[in-house]
């Protein structure tokens, strides 16, 4: 029987199973998706139970060949507290991405730690660096499951873009010029900005700082643009993240 150990991780997702125990989505670094049962994990004297938290990085042991495998061992390895607030919310809201986009043992090594970074990055508590973070995650992660088309050229053309032209993000259609029917569009001086931070030698910092630096209308506007390509790759027309923040903010 196969047996991984001290296998970097994060819980991503759990649901019960039986009275005593539950079902684990983990995202780990080697691995990616794993699927695993945490037997007596409910149970109040379980070692498990104040450690298979979401959001806070573990190292884990788990063993099987099976399409659900058995956690043997788990240890919070530290770094950051717990996000609180609107950034709990966020983290949540990664979680969705990680669990509707990424295949089961499918390996991601560059999105387990551009996550790790993220989830750093939302535990600071400052509120200033949310929006910028989730975008950065949103572009990052696109780009490495192969969904984000270069961003320096239109997409079916090969044209160059232009700077002081208006284009957007279209679902399997990449980058094109605005029309009257888009609702927005990013210049392309922003989507050349874009470009050359995801392919600096530190794509996470040169993102993060170039996003934190975007006026708020141009930040929005890149939301929108993220959000259609996010959705449709989903398969929804609303994560359910999303609505409960909207759900929140009506409260």
Not at 15 to 32: A, K, P, Q
Not at 88 to 97: I, T, V, W
């Given at each position: 029987?196969?047996?991984?150990?001290?296998?970097?991780?994060?819980?991503?997702?759990?649901?019960?199973?039986?009275?005593?125990?539950?079902?684990?989505?983990?995202?780990?670094?080697?691995?990616?998706?794993?699927?695993?049962?945490?037997?007596?994990?409910?149970?109040?004297?379980?070692?498990?139970?104040?450690?298979?938290?979401?959001?806070?990085?573990?190292?884990?042991?788990?063993?099987?060949?099976?399409?659900?495998?058995?956690?043997?061992?788990?240890?919070?390895?530290?770094?950051?507290?717990?996000?609180?607030?609107?950034?709990?919310?966020?983290?949540?809201?990664?979680?969705?991405?990680?669990?509707?986009?990424?295949?089961?043992?499918?390996?991601?090594?560059?999105?387990?730690?551009?996550?790790?970074?993220?989830?750093?990055?939302?535990?600071?508590?400052?509120?200033?660096?949310?929006?910028?973070?989730?975008?950065?995650?949103?572009?990052?992660?696109?780009?490495?499951?192969?969904?984000?088309?270069?961003?320096?050229?239109?997409?079916?053309?090969?044209?160059?873009?232009?700077?002081?032209?208006?284009?957007?993000?279209?679902?399997?259609?990449?980058?094109?010029?605005?029309?009257?029917?888009?609702?927005?569009?990013?210049?392309?001086?922003?989507?050349?900005?874009?470009?050359?931070?995801?392919?600096?030698?530190?794509?996470?910092?040169?993102?993060?700082?170039?996003?934190?630096?975007l006026p708020s209308d141009q930040r929005n506007a890149l939301q929108g643009q993220l959000r259609g390509l996010?959705?449709?790759?989903?398969?929804?027309?609303?994560?359910?993240?999303?609505?409960?923040?909207?759900?929140?903010?009506?409260?």
């Open positions: 029987m196969t047996r991984i150990q001290d296998e970097p991780a994060f819980v991503v997702h759990h649901y019960d199973w039986s009275e005593s125990s539950l079902i684990l989505e983990t995202f780990t670094r080697h691995y990616g998706r794993v699927t695993l049962v945490a037997k007596g994990a409910k149970k109040p004297s379980s070692n498990f139970r104040p450690v298979l938290l979401p959001l806070q990085p573990l190292s884990i042991t788990y063993t099987g060949d099976a399409e659900v495998r058995t956690l043997k061992n788990a240890e919070w390895v530290g770094g950051h507290i717990m996000p609180m607030g609107e950034g709990l919310l966020s983290g949540y809201y990664l979680n969705e991405l990680l669990l509707r986009l990424l295949a089961r043992d499918d390996p991601h090594a560059t999105v387990f730690d551009l996550y790790r970074q993220v989830v750093q990055v939302l535990a600071s508590g400052h509120d200033g660096t949310i929006n910028p973070a989730l975008r950065t995650f949103e572009l990052l992660l696109l780009r490495d499951i192969g969904f984000l088309p270069e961003l320096n050229a239109q997409t079916l053309t090969l044209t160059p873009l232009q700077p002081d032209v208006l284009y957007v993000l279209v679902p399997e259609g990449g980058l094109r010029a605005h029309n009257a029917q888009d609702r927005t569009g990013l210049m392309g001086s922003v989507w050349l900005q874009l470009h050359d931070s995801l392919n600096a030698d530190s794509a996470f910092t040169a993102t993060l700082r170039l996003c934190a630096e996010l959705h449709y790759h989903c398969g929804v027309t609303t994560l359910r993240t999303r609505q409960m923040m909207i759900d929140l903010q009506s409260l």
